[in-house]
């Protein structure tokens, strides 16, 4: 038996799986399962339950919500740079 092992319907990786007393390769995608000959091959050595494995989450892209008071500032800035832009282009026109 090598070190790994392949499953022979889908060629997917089988991964060894305890039963009461036998271990068993497994492969996760098809299902198919054959008992281990040899045990001394296969050692199981951590199994991690559900609840103890940490979730990741991926943010793609950040979003600030502003302040009560940042949204008045920025509405005021908005509105004298509208006022200036006018103002120029009246000078620029007079020219």
């Known amino acids: 038996m090598s070190i790994t092992d392949f499953c022979p319907k889908c060629r ?24 281990v000959s040899d045990k001394k091959s296969y050692k199981l050595r951590q199994v991690i339950n559900e609840q103890k494995r940490r979730k990741t989450r991926v943010i793609s892209e950040t979003r600030e919500v502003p302040v009560e ?8 800035y908005y509105k004298s740079s509208l ?9 620029e026109e007079e020219d």
């Open 12 to 35: 997917q990786l089988l991964v060894p799986q305890r039963k009461k007393d036998n271990i068993y390769l497994v492969c996760r995608v098809c299902g198919f399962k054959r008992k």
């Open 69 to 76: 008071g940042e949204e008045a500032i920025l509405e005021d």
């Open 83 to 91: 006022e200036y832009l006018a103002e120029t282009e009246e000078g």
